[in-house]
């Protein structure tokens, strides 16, 4: 009698049985697949595993504390930020380019695009109404530990911040935090930044003056990844 054809749904199945049974410290079978008569026909419903990162881990490896040079950031007490908000490889849901940022303003999360259809998804930050800018750029340039320097129009709102005029040095307490990347339009500064905060209690949150803020050890990690002149989306 012929043996009934096993279909790749079945195949993965009992694929994931036999891992368990090797982990647990079974013997594990080897099949030779022709014999078994299997159904090669693609299964539109199965997608492999996303990728595994060794930058993206438990939250204690990812948000412990940092020392650069003279720079200490201290560990994020990531249990009072929501799960969602934390750094994480999900399915891309953008359609990018690989090597892509994509910023969802209204989901509050940075995406940076991977090969084989995954993205690093990290929570952020964003301007509150009146202080938001949306479209298509690049980064044109980044820099780590950048100086502040508020603009003419904060100082205007904010006085207080005119000691500020000629940039704040560098360190944990920056409001750019440890890293920044710049974003141009047509070869034009637009005012907008992507970086890093000391305030990690914000992300997920519409409270600065229009920039993309991320958790001081997310921007770093982002910093690493992101190639020379990306494109940039945010909407």
Same mark, same amino acid.
């Given at each position: 009698m012929q ?6 749904r079945h195949?993965?199945?009992g694929? /994931?049985?036999?891992?368990v049974?090797? !982990?647990s410290g079974c ?7 022709p014999?078994? $008569? %299997?159904?090669?026909?693609p299964t539109?419903g ?7 990162d ?6 204690d490896?990812?948000?412990?504390a940092v ?9 994020i007490?990531?249990?009072k930020?929501?799960a969602q908000?934390r750094?994480?490889?999900v ?6 380019q690989?090597?892509?940022?994509v910023?969802?303003l209204q989901?509050?999360y940075?995406?940076?695009?991977q090969?084989g /259809?995954d993205?690093?998804?990290?929570g !952020?930050?964003?301007g509150?109404a009146g202080f ?5 750029a $690049? %980064? ?5 530990w950048p100086?502040?320097t508020?603009p003419?129009e904060?100082?205007q709102?904010?006085?207080e ?5 000629n940039?704040m ?5 920056n ?11 047509d070869?034009?500064?637009t005012?907008y930044?992507i970086?890093?905060s000391p305030?990690?209690?914000?992300i997920g949150?519409s409270m600065?003056s ?7 050890q997310d921007?770093?990690d982002?910093y690493?990844?992101v190639?020379?002149?990306?494109t940039?989306v945010v909407?």
């Open positions: 043996a009934p054809a096993i279909s790749r195949l993965l199945l694929a /994931g049985s036999l891992a049974l090797g !982990v013997t594990q079978t080897t099949f030779d697949l014999e078994m $008569n %299997i159904d090669a026909m539109s199965i997608r492999p595993q996303i990728s595994i060794k930058a993206v881990t438990v939250p490896v990812m948000y412990a020392q650069e040079g003279p720079y200490s950031l201290p560990a007490p990531y249990q930020i929501p908000f750094r994480q490889i399915v891309d849901p953008t359609g990018e690989p090597g892509t940022i910023v969802r989901e509050r940075l995406y940076l695009v090969p /259809g993205a690093i998804r990290y !952020v930050g964003i509150k938001l800018w949306n479209g298509r $690049n %980064i044109q340039y980044k820099k780590e100086r502040w508020p003419r904060m100082i709102r904010k006085p911040l005119v000691k500020y005029e940039g040095e560098p360190g944990p307490d409001p750019l935090g440890a890293r920044a990347l710049y974003i141009f339009k070869g034009a500064d005012g930044r970086h890093g305030e990690w209690w914000s949150q600065s229009g920039c993309v803020r991320l958790i001081n921007i770093i982002l690493n990844r190639p020379g002149k990306a940039v909407g």
